[in-house]
């Protein structure tokens, strides 16, 4: 195992404290503008101090998800998401859904992206998105994580297809990739690698009919493994 993937982050009290105030916001359903407990009731609540609270407030407030109204208490951002999470999937409260509809809109936008990529990718991106496959298959085989470059996957062949919007909203779809690991157990390896590499083939080849094929047939056996886990719950990890 890598140095790197010994590596454990570690969180400070008040980062802490953030986390489970996004929890107590999703659990009690929240709508943006609204107040939450004042301060003596979230400090009993979550069982720290002021000056935690405060700080970890601060940083929710950084991150558009709280608003402080001096003199009057704190309430939820109008602008509520995070910079990773533009839309604010995390406060979505009906996961199951938002993977269903999350999985239709990659359905709809990367196929089609895909097929461009095969008709514009120059020799260059095509070596590094083959680096980021192998690189992928190697994490995947040492059982390490592979979600950061999943994601730099699939965010590089939206940048090959010369779609200048696809940088733009390529993060907000991709990102989701993190949840679908999540509900899936991490269960999509072999296919991953199999996948992967078929899309690569047909990018090679700048057969744009087969990376579209090749990509699809990567969404379906996203979905098909996620509505195993979501039906089983009990399937999950297997």
Known sequence: MSEQAKTTVVKSLSEIT????ISHIVSRGYKKGEKIANEKSLCDELGVGRSTLREAVRMLASRNILTVRHGSGIYISDKLGIPDDPLGFTFVQDKKKLVYDLLGFRRIIE?????????NASDEQIAILDEIEKRIEDQINSDQP?????????????????????PKI?????????????????????????????????IKRHDSIRAQDAMLIHIIHN?????????NPASKGK
């Open 111 to 119: 196929p089609p992206i895909t097929a461009l990529a095969a008709v």
């Open 146 to 166: 592979h979600l950061n470059d999943d994601a730099l996957f699939h965010s590089t062949i939206g940048e090959m297809s010369g779609n200048i919007v696809m």
């Open 223 to 231: 979905r098909d493994v996620i509505e195993r886990a979501l039906e």
């Open 170 to 202: 390529g993060p907000i779809i991709y990102n989701a990739i993190d949840l679908f690991i999540d509900v899936t157990g991490s269960v999509l390896r072999e296919e991953t690698i199999e996948d992967h590499r078929s899309i690569i083939n047909a």
């Open 18 to 21: 953030a986390d489970r105030m």
